[in-house]
């Protein structure tokens, strides 16, 4: 199993990065999905999950209304659109697959596959 992050990069405030997770190796569709990040020095967080169990997605209150997850099972990928970006949002940004996944996003130990991360750089 694979997951290949993609999207991202150095932007200024206020811009707009689309991140992208191509899995191989599984059925994304049978999988939940989510995006986490690690700012240096930090631990790793969940900034957004959704459920194919029950359709929920879940956003970290620091990226609600800015973030958006989905995916396209046809092409197997997930992606993080991200608008008006801001310098906090600086990390290396790692896609996740947890089979079952409900009520937010997994604990670290908790998920299936890990991408090995895309970093996103915001400078104000």
């Known amino acids: 199993v694979q997951l290949q992050a993609s999207g991202g990069g150095l932007v200024q405030a206020g811009e707009t990065l689309r991140l992208s997770c191509v899995v191989s190796?599984?059925?994304?569709?049978?999988?939940?999905i989510g995006w986490f990040r690690q700012a240096p020095g930090k631990e790793r967080e969940g900034v957004s999950c959704?459920?194919?169990?029950?359709?929920?997605?879940y956003y970290a209150e620091s990226v609600k209304g800015r973030f958006t997850i989905s995916k396209d099972n046809f092409k197997n990928t997930m992606y993080l659109e991200m608008k008006n970006l801001a310098p906090e949002d600086t990390a290396v940004y790692y896609c996740?697959?947890?089979?079952?996944?409900?009520?937010?996003?997994?604990?670290?130990?908790?998920?299936?596959?890990w991408g090995k991360g895309t970093l996103v750089t915001v400078s104000s």
């Open positions: 996740a697959l947890k089979y079952g996944l409900v009520g937010g996003c997994p604990r670290y130990q908790d998920v299936d596959y």
């Open positions: 190796g599984v059925t994304l569709d049978y999988y939940g």
């Open positions: 959704y459920s194919r169990t029950d359709g929920g997605s």
